[in-house]
């Protein structure tokens, strides 16, 4: 199956094709996720851009374990414009990666369930 945010031949590739670490850290990623999202929604609010872009950077890494490139190229960009202090652009940044991350949770929850049908 393809999906338009996360990457599967890139996580087969990196897995090595080892479908339990994949599950594993596909639902870390779930269960871990959304805490980074909060915090960054909550750092937007309070305008603590020093804390959005160290969080952001911290989230990147998290991000490449399910291949959600999408994802990862606007938190980097949320990352650089917090430290530059762009903060006209951070909000509809933050919009577009609550909206990408939101997709990259469906997308990895139609993979589990195929994972675990097979």
């Keep these: 199956m393809s999906y338009k945010h996360i990457d599967i031949e890139f ?7 080892n479908d339990v670490f994949k ?3 596909m639902s870390m990623f779930m269960e871990k996720s959304p805490t980074y999202m909060n915090d960054i929604n909550e750092h937007l609010g309070q ?6 872009a160290a969080l952001a950077h911290k989230f990147k ?12 190229e606007v938190v980097q960009e949320i990352e650089k414009n ?8 951070i909000t509809s940044l933050v919009a577009s990666a609550n ?15 195929t994972i675990k049908s097979e």
């Design 11 to 17: 996580m087969e590739t990196f897995y090595d094709g």
């Design 23 to 25: 599950v594993k850290m």
């Design 47 to 52: 305008q603590n851009w020093g804390a959005l």
């Design 61 to 72: 890494a998290s991000i490449d374990f399910v291949g959600a490139r999408n994802l990862k």
């Design 82 to 89: 917090a430290k530059e202090g762009n903060i006209e652009l």
């Design 99 to 113: 909206s990408i991350w939101n997709e990259v949770l469906i997308e990895l929850q139609s993979e589990l369930s």
